[in-house]
């Protein structure tokens, strides 16, 4: 019984931490409801790899451009796959070159989200 509660207590743990650092990208994204939105393109793409005692979380990297009264812009996006690194990769060599639409600060136009 300890053992399963030392579990849930790591699963908790890791769940908390998580949500910390997906704090800033959930905020971003409920900011930009309003922005104005662009055409853009996915550049690049790119997978990553955090390995941990249960198990392998994979996070599908997006590089795009954006074009903003006659100025380029670019950022980044991801995605995370549990456990799969195929279908991460299969989503990045999906996107490759593919448009996006792009909402991006009317303020502060280097800033932005994929929709």
């Not at 905020?27 to 997978?47: K, M, Y």
């Amino acid at each position: 019984m300890s053992g399963l509660l030392g579990i849930a207590a790591i699963v908790v743990m890791v769940g908390t931490l998580a949500s910390f650092r997906l704090w800033p990208q959930w905020f971003l994204v409920r900011r930009s409801r309003n922005w104005p939105t662009v055409s853009g393109t996915i550049e690049a793409g790119d997978v990553s790899v955090v390995r941990g005692r249960y198990g392998e979380l994979f996070t599908a990297i997006l590089s795009y451009s954006y074009l903003v009264d006659g100025q380029y812009y670019g950022g980044s996006d991801s995605k995370t796959f549990s456990n799969d690194e195929n279908g991460a990769w299969d989503y990045v060599n999906s996107q490759k070159g593919s448009s996006a639409l792009v909402a991006y600060n009317p303020h502060k136009h280097d800033m932005s989200v994929l929709r």
